[in-house]
Each structure stands twice: as structure tokens, then as C-alpha cells.
T-cell receptor
């Protein structure tokens, strides 16, 4: 069965800290890995990764994929209270046209 | 303009009732989904339709029946509601070229009493 596991499940840090969120996966036929941010309502797209070792960056957020070790990390530097959210990792399974989600990491940034 | 819209946003009902949630997307995407998010925030796929045709049914009880009248709409009907059906139900769509990115609606919070 296709599986995506995120760690930690919950993380509380102070504003200005740097955080690293982890995502490991076991799927039958990997196509891509995606990161989403969920605040109060719908998840919103952050990154899609398909190739190993190529960092994707957007402002203070960055992510990288390791297809050999089957994991990805999401880094957030100089965290702000607005970064508080649930971060979801998902893997797209080739041919199945679906995303399999991890259980999410709840990130809380305290002022 | 809202890309993926769901109604109602909140639904409170008694056990045993039947309810429907509607979803519409104006993105021109071929594929639409229903996902269920439980109280632990775990998002699990329920159904997927591609151009009105059912392509994924993830062992969901047959009390749940999706209907896609056209490729822009995917509705979810639930019969004989149970307490365990309480969750947030998200509709989503994906382009036909299968970029992998899902576009989510804002969710419909269902509470069964």
C-alpha cells in the first residue's frame, strides 16, 4: 500500500528560528512529491519536486527531494507567526492520477 | 472568481439523515476529486472522476455516492449518516495534463450528531 509519513507531527518554535520538516514515502510508482500549506481552510500549493537533488525555493521556504532515500525536506528560515499552519506532503502515483497525503506537520510559531 | 467552490461550507445534521455536498470548478480541469480530512487532519482520497467517468473509488462505503453531471461538477451524496462521517470534505481538481498539483475547494465541514 502506498504510504507517506511526515515528521514531526507537531513542532513549536520561536519567531526567527529555522525549521526542517520531513517527509518519507513508499509508493509503487513515484511520479512527483508535493508540499502544501493548510491554514484555516483549503491546502494551498507550495512546491512540486520530481528530480533528486534540485532545490526549489520560494522566499524563505525551500525544499529538496532524495529519490534514492525516498524522502523530502521542507525548510523554513527566519520563521514568522504567519508560517503557523499544517504542512502537508503528498506523493503523486504514476498512472493513478491521485495524491497520497501524509498526516501533516502542525507548525506553531510563537512570537 | 473562485476556482473550486463547494456548498454548503458547514452542515450539521442528525444520524440517519441523507445529505449532499456540491462542487463546481471553473478551471477547465478534466479530473475532480473528493477527499475526506478527519479530526487529525489526515487527508484521504475517496473518489476521482475524469471527464464524468469514475476512475478511483477508495473502498468508501456505498452510503457515499458521487455524481458528475458534467466535467465541471462533482457532487457527493451521503445516505444514512453516521457519527464517523463527521469530517471536512474537500473537493479538488487537477488539470488533464496531470501536473500533479491539486486545486482545492475551501472544504465542507460535516457534523453528525
Amino acid at each position: 500500500e502506498d504510504k507517506v509519513v511526515q515528521s514531526p507531527l507537531s513542532l513549536v518554535v520561536h519567531e526567527g528560528d529555522t525549521v526542517t520538516l520531513n517527509c518519507s514515502y513508499e509508493v509503487t510508482n513515484f511520479r512527483s512529491l508535493l508540499w502544501y500549506k493548510q491554514e484555516k481552510k483549503a491546502p494551498t500549493f507550495l512546491f512540486m519536486l520530481t528530480s533528486s537533488g534540485i532545490e526549489k525555493k520560494s522566499g524563505r521556504l525551500s525544499s529538496i527531494l532524495d529519490k534514492k532515500e525516498l524522502f523530502s525536506i521542507l525548510n523554513i528560515t527566519a520563521t514568522q507567526t504567519g508560517d503557523s499552519a499544517i504542512y502537508l506532503c503528498a506523493v503523486e502515483v504514476w498512472g493513478a492520477q491521485k495524491l497520497v497525503f501524509g498526516q501533516g506537520t502542525r507548525l506553531t510559531i510563537n512570537p | 472568481d473562485t476556482a473550486v467552490s463547494q456548498t454548503p461550507k458547514y452542515l450539521v445534521t442528525q444520524m440517519g439523515n441523507d445529505k449532499s455536498i456540491k462542487c463546481e470548478q471553473n478551471l477547465g480541469h478534466d479530473t475532480m476529486y473528493w477527499y475526506k480530512q478527519d479530526s487529525k487532519k489526515f487527508l484521504k482520497i475517496m473518489f476521482s472522476y475524469n471527464n464524468k467517468e469514475l476512475i478511483i473509488n477508495e473502498t468508501v462505503p456505498n452510503r457515499f455516492s458521487p455524481k458528475s453531471p458534467d466535467k465541471a461538477h462533482l457532487n457527493l451524496h451521503i445516505n444514512s449518516l453516521e457519527l464517523g462521517d463527521s469530517a471536512v470534505y474537500f473537493c479538488a481538481s487537477m488539470p488533464g495534463t496531470n501536473t500533479g498539483e491539486l486545486f482545492f475547494g475551501e472544504g465542507s465541514r460535516l457534523t453528525v450528531l
